[in-house]
């Protein structure tokens, strides 16, 4: 069973006057239907040092998360910033949401601007797949994202593999090494698109989420059943 780290957003608590790690919910929720064959454990934010816990937890792939700008948090850029260099120094898969994508644009050296709150914030619209991407044609995604990066600003290690409409990076991949990235989060649809886990196992090296229960028993094949989330406890 694979190993896989997520990193997590940082919070601000004042009553306490100190500062939080945090995972969403939405998360558990949908790595249990789209990884039901992995492992996952999310890394704190501890700056370089957390590049350590890769080979420390023997993790096989990474996710990195949404929330928190790029720039607003040092300590996470600089976390996202060596999860990103040891996975590329050891090929290790890795997958970017919102965020994360924009990390890995930063991180080769790869600019970033400000979105059209109209179009990309709290909303959703069309992107359209890059022909030789995973999928082809066009689909509907939200978006909740005030910065992005525009294809002639990509850096040159990575291309693009999905825009919107008016013309953003909605997806990216790295040209060598198994790194991919979307714009959209796949974690926070009401119910997932199976899509979503094609790209995300495509990434990590998985097998489709058939092939992986028709091999395995043990593991659910969430493709016969229907997507939605069961409601957090209180």
Not at 52 to 66: A, E
Not at 106 to 132: I, N, S, W, Y
Not at 171 to 197: I, K, T
């Amino acid at each position: 069973m694979k190993r896989i780290g997520l990193s997590m957003r940082i919070v601000d608590e004042a009553a306490y006057d100190e500062s939080r790690d945090a995972l969403a919910h939405d998360w558990a929720r949908f790595l249990a239907l789209a990884l039901p064959d992995c492992q996952w454990t999310p890394i704190p934010n501890l700056g370089a040092k957390a590049a350590g816990f890769i080979q420390d937890w023997g993790l096989d792939g990474l996710v990195l998360t949404g929330g928190n700008d790029p720039g607003s948090s040092t300590l996470r850029d600089d976390t996202e910033n060596a999860l990103v260099r040891e996975a590329l120094r050891r090929r290790l898969p890795l997958f970017g949401v919102c965020r994360g994508l924009q990390m890995i644009q930063r991180c080769f050296g790869g600019p970033l601007r400000g979105c059209p709150k109209d179009g990309h914030v709290a909303t959703r619209h069309v992107v359209r797949f890059e022909r030789g991407s995973v999928e082809e044609g066009e689909r509907t995604v939200n978006s909740y994202h005030a910065l992005g990066v525009r294809p002639q600003d990509l850096a040159p290690e990575l291309i693009a593999t999905a825009l919107s409409a008016d013309g953003w990076v909605e997806g990216l991949a790295h040209r060598g090494s198994p790194m991919a990235a979307v714009q959209w989060h796949p974690e926070r649809n009401a119910v997932m698109d199976p899509l979503d886990a094609r790209l995300l196992r495509d990434t990590l090296g998985l097998p489709s989420l058939s092939d992986a229960s028709a091999a395995s028993p043990r593991i659910v094949n969430t493709l016969s059943t229907p997507f939605s989330f069961p409601p957090c406890a209180p």
